[in-house]
């Protein structure tokens, strides 16, 4: 960029070959190289922002559970950042989430190894996971089961259902869920209420 000064052409301003003139604030005239701008349009880019808008759309749903599972009223970005990095499928325009990547909580506390949710009677699920007492206060900390109709786009959360050692828990779903499809996660929460484990997927059930 260079300071531009001439009695002979006086003021110039606008593009002159492959320089441009312009006048700052303080009325002095520089001269700046031209660059054509780059595109923004780039079909990564295109690809990249398809995909942000579809799992913001996917997820919009579920914008007041993450505000619990989470902890913060930001929680639905948290679950799409997460989302995008983990649980994206398919290239664009076709992309699938994968709910089985879906984190719905993140945290230190434990999780748990085996894991099982099925169905008993009606619209009942047992859900079961196991327990060893491997952080000193596990044996109270609380048990929370999320439960995600994708055809209805209803979320449901059973905030401390159990506690962690009592290794299982009986769900009463809605009935109108009957006969569908329902993805289960669970994940634990401390004593105190503040500290969560990262969520869990358990399994897609048939009601």
């Not at 990547?101 to 009606?122: D, E, M, P």
Request: proline share 2%.
């Amino acid at each position: 960029m260079a300071t531009f000064n001439s009695t002979t052409f006086g003021a110039i301003s606008g593009r002159h070959g492959s320089a441009v003139a312009a006048y700052t604030k303080n009325g002095k005239c520089i001269l700046k190289v031209f660059k054509t701008p780059s595109n923004p349009n780039t079909d990564k880019q295109v690809a990249q922002r398809t995909k942000f808008g579809f799992v913001n759309s996917e997820l919009s749903c579920m914008r007041e559970l993450f505000k619990i599972t989470f902890g913060s009223n930001l929680g639905k970005n948290q679950a799409v950042s997460l989302a995008l990095k983990e649980a994206v499928t398919g290239e664009a325009p076709d992309f699938v989430l994968d709910y089985s990547k879906l984190k719905i909580s993140i945290g230190r506390l434990y999780g748990s190894g085996l894991l099982s949710a099925v169905k008993t009677v009606g619209t009942t699920v047992k859900v079961e996971w196991n327990y060893t007492d491997l952080t000193g206060n596990a044996t109270n900390d609380g048990v929370n089961l999320v439960f995600f109709n994708e055809n209805s786009k209803e979320a449901l959360l059973k905030q401390n259902i159990a506690l962690r050692d009592a290794v299982n828990a009986d769900v009463e779903l809605p009935d109108i869920w009957a006969g569908q499809s329902v993805h289960c996660w669970i994940y634990f929460t401390s004593p105190d209420g503040i500290t969560n484990s990262n969520s869990q997927y358990i399994d897609l059930i048939q009601l």
